[in-house]
């Protein structure tokens, strides 16, 4: 039997867009959100279910995932991180955690 070595943890960074739940804690009057997430996982999907999981246990409603790679391919893609980013990065990394960098609250356009 060849024994393989697991994958080195490594950080995502997760668009998730929210619909709404009852004790969302989102505003009132919002039809949903935006969160990015830091995440860490030995792989892409292995980060996004736990992102989801986590989510649903705070009485989330995750409807979509976008996933825009670890550090290391965002910067190859040109994306300008800053300290704080990165401070926020390390720290998902350290703690095995979901960060929540940002929520964006989504509001009907009263137009």
């Known amino acids: 039997m060849i024994a393989t070595r697991p994958r080195p943890m490594e950080v995502y960074t997760l668009l998730i867009q929210l619909g709404r739940k009852t004790g969302?804690?989102?505003?009132?009057?919002?039809?949903?959100?935006?969160?990015?997430?830091?995440a860490s996982g030995h792989d892409e999907a292995e980060a996004v279910r736990e992102t989801v999981a986590i989510l649903k246990?705070?009485?989330?409603?995750?409807?979509?995932?976008?996933?825009?790679?670890?550090?290391?391919?965002?910067?190859?893609?040109?994306h300008q991180i800053d300290a704080d980013e990165r401070a926020l990065m390390q720290r998902?990394?350290?703690?095995?955690?979901?960060?929540?960098?940002?929520?964006?609250?989504?509001?009907?356009?009263?137009a």
Do not use: W
């Open 57 to 78: 246990q705070a009485d989330m409603a995750p409807l979509d995932v976008t996933g825009h790679g670890t550090l290391d391919e965002r910067i190859a893609d040109g």
């Open 24 to 38: 969302d804690g989102l505003p009132k009057g919002a039809t949903g959100a935006a969160l990015i997430c830091y």
């Open 92 to 110: 998902a990394l350290d703690e095995n955690a979901v960060i929540i960098a940002s929520l964006e609250p989504f509001f009907d356009d009263p």
